[in-house]
């Protein structure tokens, strides 16, 4: 099993639906968790934490379950400018050694 | 407040070249990255540094990829002799103290084609 495994898309929606992506990881022990967001040839950068107790940022919202193992992404209203690549991150998983795994991404592409 | 940057934005080379490529983190991270991105594929850790120390090399093809940070600020990581499969973009980052919570700042990649 893939340490960080997620739907690699595309999801191509229209402007002003909602998307939800999931992400699962292998390692019980990560201590914490991100979604970072990546534009075409572009380095990636942090979206937003992931909290057990689920966590919104405007349209953003983000959750996690320990017991599952689960990451979610969910975007509403979705505009053009969503348009990216979405990795999903988990840290925390190496004794001392605080680096960050990335899933594969998944391809959003939002349509006029 | 000036960005990870990184040089040069492109190289192509051909297999059995030698190539290096050069991070300055942002002023103040103690904590440096360097990770691979091959085309499709999320980035992928070959080495962390705290200061001028290796925390963590366990991904880095030791046998031909090298990678240094003597005065714990600037930091090169070195392919020789590169492969086919070396392309992809090398991406630096950087972070205040390398706790789990850390955010962690991406420079804009280097991009090496092997031909």
């Known amino acids: 099993r893939k340490e960080v495994e997620q739907d690699p898309g595309p999801f191509n929606v229209p402007e002003g639906a909602t998307v939800a992506f999931n992400c699962t990881y292998s390692n019980s022990a990560s201590q914490s968790f991100f979604w970072y967001r990546q534009d075409c040839r572009k380095e990636p950068k942090l979206l937003m934490s992931?909290?057990?107790s689920g966590n919104e940022d405007g349209r953003f919202t983000a959750q996690l379950n320990r017991a599952s193992q689960y990451i979610s992404l969910l975007i509403r209203d979705s505009k053009l400018s969503d348009s990216a690549t979405y990795l999903c991150?988990?840290?925390?998983?190496?004794?001392?050694?605080?680096?960050?795994?990335f899933g594969k991404g998944t391809k959003l592409s939002v349509i006029p | 407040e000036a960005g990870v940057a990184q040089s040069p934005r492109y190289k192509i080379i051909e297999k059995r070249q030698s190539v290096a490529f050069w991070c300055n983190p942002i002023?103040?991270?103690?904590?440096l990255y360097w990770y691979q991105q091959i085309l499709g594929q999320g980035p992928k850790l070959l080495i962390q540094f705290q200061n001028n120390g290796v925390v963590d090399d366990s991904q880095l093809p030791k046998d031909r990829f090298s990678a240094e940070r003597l005065k714990g600020v600037d930091s090169t990581l070195k392919i020789q002799p590169a492969k086919l499969e070396d392309s992809a973009v090398y991406l630096c980052?950087?972070?205040?103290?390398?706790?789990?919570?850390?955010?962690?700042?991406f420079g804009p990649g280097t991009r090496l084609t092997v031909l």
């Open positions: 992931v909290y057990s």
């Open positions: 002023s103040g991270h103690a904590t």
């Open positions: 980052a950087s972070s205040l103290g390398g706790i789990y919570t850390d955010t962690q700042y």
């Open positions: 991150v988990v840290s925390g998983s190496g004794a001392g050694s605080y680096q960050l795994t």
